[in-house]
């Protein structure tokens, strides 16, 4: 840090980092953390997710992780929520994970050949 400008444009964007995670939200997106999703690349996909997330402007989205749900071998998996709908979303990469908050999220288009049939 060089100056005071950059520490509160750092604070700036952890408290919104902050805020994805946490509260009520009418959308959210759970990102299986398990050692095997971990193992998959969940990591990349949230660090992916949070930045697509800044990107579109959708503050209001919380972005969460569970721990794992028994899919291994579909890992990572994404579960997006809105309302009562819930999607499941596998094997996502990071290039899927920009592609669902763009589709799912903004346009409202759930990418079913991604989804758990």
Do not use: F
């Not at 060089?2 to 919104?16: G, H, I, N, V």
């Not at 800044?54 to 028994?70: F, I, K, M």
């Not at 819930?86 to 589709?103: G, M, P, S, W």
């Amino acid at each position: 840090m060089k100056s005071l400008a950059e520490l509160d444009k750092l604070r700036d964007k952890l408290q919104q980092e902050m805020k994805a995670r946490q509260g009520e939200h009418d959308v959210s997106i759970a990102v299986s953390m398990g050692t095997c999703g971990i193992a998959a690349g969940a990591r990349e996909v949230v660090k992916v997710l949070l930045n697509e997330l800044r990107e579109q402007g959708l503050s209001d989205v919380a972005l969460t992780q569970t721990s794992c749900v028994g899919l291994c071998r579909q890992e990572p998996l994404l579960e997006v929520k809105m309302g009562d709908e819930k999607v499941i979303y596998v094997n996502v990469d990071q290039e899927k994970a920009k592609e669902i908050v763009k589709r799912h999220l903004v346009k409202g288009e759930i990418i079913t050949e991604w989804t758990v049939s």
